[in-house]
């Protein structure tokens, strides 16, 4: 079982940036890629932003050019840097990790909400 502990959501105005943060712990199994799912209201979850451990990265197309995801290889810690959010961002924002033999796991999620 892999514990994914999420931070970061919160009200924001459109325009503006949030930091999220989502820290891995617990595996046995070896993380080959960590990202961030998000789903609005009445919608299906979906990707926003995947990264390997190669360092290459999946984007949205919604997303590219204002988000931007890092990892911190040692801390087991993957970032979600959101710029220039728009009212559109507003979903539950979940961690999403993938690992050997054992496939992909879910944070409980943050709610972001982009609003004036």
């Known amino acids: 079982q892999v514990q994914l502990v999420e931070s970061g959501g919160g009200l924001v105005q459109p325009g503006g940036s949030l930091r999220l943060s989502c820290a891995a712990s617990g595996s046995r199994f070896e993380i080959n890629a960590m990202g961030w799912y998000r789903q609005a209201p009445g919608k299906e979850r979906e990707l926003v932003a995947v990264?390997?451990?190669?360092?290459?990265?999946n984007y949205a197309d919604s997303v590219k050019g204002r988000f931007t995801i890092s990892r911190d290889n040692a801390k087991k810690t993957v970032y979600l840097q959101m710029n220039s959010l728009k009212p559109e961002d507003t979903a539950v924002y979940y961690c999403y990790v993938r690992r050997t033999l054992v496939g992909s796991s879910w944070g409980q999620g943050t709610q972001v909400i982009v609003s004036s």
């Open positions: 990264m390997s451990n190669s360092g290459s990265t």
